[in-house]
């Protein structure tokens, strides 16, 4: 079975800082996706943004993007000019990239990340 | 699109209570997938449909929960009888299933707690 692991429970950083949320994963599968969901205090699951495994250019969007390293295991997520609207939790998921039963994702348990004034 | 709808938004119940829970996908998705939020476990998937077919109920934790998908617009996540520990955030997503393009988008979720 394949997990997720975040482990920083908690980040902080300063408005129009750079900070880096960290993800590590385990799975014995070659081809499978990963996801940064953004959780605000209203509660709505947002999906920040998505990696290929067999793409080896890292995502990007706008102010977010991805350090992937797929031989490490490792999925970053990467937030540039903080806003005081980034404040949240991010979770990390993966999803198997096959058909059947494996398009369920897998969280991690999450990082709240503060953005300060 | 108005996205995926859950109801109710909250849910207050007393133990022993019959819960039903709903969520309408978005209009067009074949896939649909109820998970739960809790502090201790994190976001579990409980059961996923396709073309409102259960195909993997495995995290259903006790005969007490069930799901139904009676049509491609509509869902339901039942608990009967509800206890105590089933208090957590309920999550409904749904998704176009296609290899590459499946991205699960969630509803706002249902808040339990039951005395």
């Known amino acids: 079975a394949q997990t997720v692991t975040q482990s920083q429970p908690e980040m902080s950083v300063q408005e129009a800082e750079t900070v880096t949320l960290s993800c590590t994963y385990d799975?014995?599968?070659?081809?499978?996706?990963l996801f940064w969901y953004k959780q605000p205090p209203s509660r709505q699951m947002i999906l920040v943004i998505r990696?290929?495994?067999?793409?080896?250019q890292n995502a990007t969007e706008n102010r977010f993007s991805v350090n992937f390293q797929k031989a490490a295991k490792s999925f970053s997520l990467k937030i540039s000019d903080s806003q005081l609207g980034d404040a949240a939790m991010y979770f990390c998921a993966y999803r198997s990239a096959d058909g059947g039963s494996n398009y369920k994702l897998t969280f991690g348990k999450g990082t709240l990340l503060t953005v300060n004034p | 699109d108005a996205g995926v709808i859950q109801s109710p938004r909250h849910e207050v119940t007393e133990m022993g209570q019959e819960v039903t829970l709903r969520c309408k996908p978005i209009?067009?998705?074949?896939?649909l997938f109820w998970y739960r939020q809790t502090m201790m476990r994190g976001l579990e998937l409980l059961i996923y449909f396709n073309n409102n077919v259960p195909i993997d109920d495995s995290g259903m934790p006790e005969d007490r929960f069930s799901a139904k998908m009676p049509n491609a617009s509509f869902s339901t996540l039942k608990i009967q009888p509800s206890e105590p520990r089933d208090s957590a955030v309920y999550f409904c997503?749904?998704?176009?299933?296609?290899?590459?393009?499946?991205?699960?988008?969630f509803g706002a979720g249902t808040r339990l707690s039951v005395l």
């Open positions: 997503a749904s998704s176009f299933r296609v290899r590459g393009k499946n991205i699960q988008y």
């Open positions: 990696q290929e495994a067999y793409k080896q």
């Open positions: 799975t014995s599968e070659s081809d499978y996706y």
């Open positions: 209009s067009g998705h074949n896939s």
